[in-house]
């Protein structure tokens, strides 16, 4: 019954390699997200797609693209792996519209580790 | 732009004790303010929200925040700390800007209660 869950939990691998993290939710929400969050946990907004729409796309290299084949799946896929994407990347969801005062829901994470 | 900031990087009570997490915020709108709690190696949980009406509210595990907008702020509080609200607490605010509804996370206060 889990609520938004990711694959995979862990990445190790090399500089220059292409990898995907996947995403799902089974609450119904129109939104999802995606962040990436450093070693000082700093937490930051990458992309967010509402009903397969991007909405939200912040200042991030174009190695990074998201896709959403539907509203209950986003995928991030990464080009060109460098040392500085190592990190912990989160995707949520909530729904969104008519306001945006709905929480988010973020998934366990995925701790990318480039060597 | 909008922004939160969150002064204190950690913040240390002892167990029983009252704790407060500070939160002020600056968006040009009326802000929907948010607090989330992470667990080590674990997701961000939602705990609260401000979007209108009483300025106390009411959230999961006891805790509760005070929005109070001549000061533009918004701290997290709980009567009576537990060792087991020992954790990474966010404070997070979304305000129309291009369109979109962007989520603006603080970079964290970390909570450390003391048996």
């Known amino acids: 019954d889990t609520a938004v869950s990711q694959t995979p939990k862990y990445l190790v691998t090399q500089m220059g390699n292409d990898k995907s993290i996947k995403c799902e939710q089974n609450?119904?929400?129109?939104?999802m997200y995606w962040y990436k969050q450093d070693s000082k946990k700093f937490l930051k907004i990458m992309f967010s797609?509402?009903?397969?729409?991007?909405?939200i796309n912040e200042t991030v290299p174009n190695r990074f693209s998201p896709k959403s084949p539907d509203k209950a799946h986003l995928n991030l896929h990464i080009n060109s792996l460098e040392l500085g994407d190592s990190a912990v990347y989160f995707c949520?969801?909530?729904?969104?519209?008519?306001?945006?005062?709905?929480?988010?829901?973020f998934g366990p994470g995925t701790r990318l580790t480039v060597t | 732009a909008q922004s939160v900031a969150q002064p204190e990087d950690q913040v240390n009570v002892a167990e029983g004790n009252p704790l407060t997490v500070k939160c002020t915020y600056s968006?040009?709108?009326?802000?929907?303010l948010f607090w989330y709690v992470q667990y080590p190696n674990r997701g961000l949980q939602f705990l609260l929200k401000y979007i209108t009406g009483d300025n106390l509210v009411k959230g999961s595990y006891g805790f509760e925040a005070e929005f109070n907008k001549s000061q533009t702020s918004f701290h997290l509080k709980k009567p009576s700390a537990l060792v087991s609200d020992s954790a990474l607490y966010f404070c997070?605010?979304?305000?129309?800007?291009?369109?979109?509804?962007?989520?603006?996370f603080g970079r964290g206060t970390s909570l450390i209660v003391h048996p």
């Open positions: 797609y509402n009903n397969k729409e991007l909405i």
């Open positions: 609450l119904g929400h129109d939104t």
């Open positions: 997070a605010v979304r305000e129309l800007s291009g369109g979109s509804y962007i989520p603006t």
């Open positions: 968006v040009s709108g009326n802000p929907y």
């Open positions: 949520a969801s909530s729904h969104l519209f008519p306001t945006p005062a709905y929480e988010q829901y």
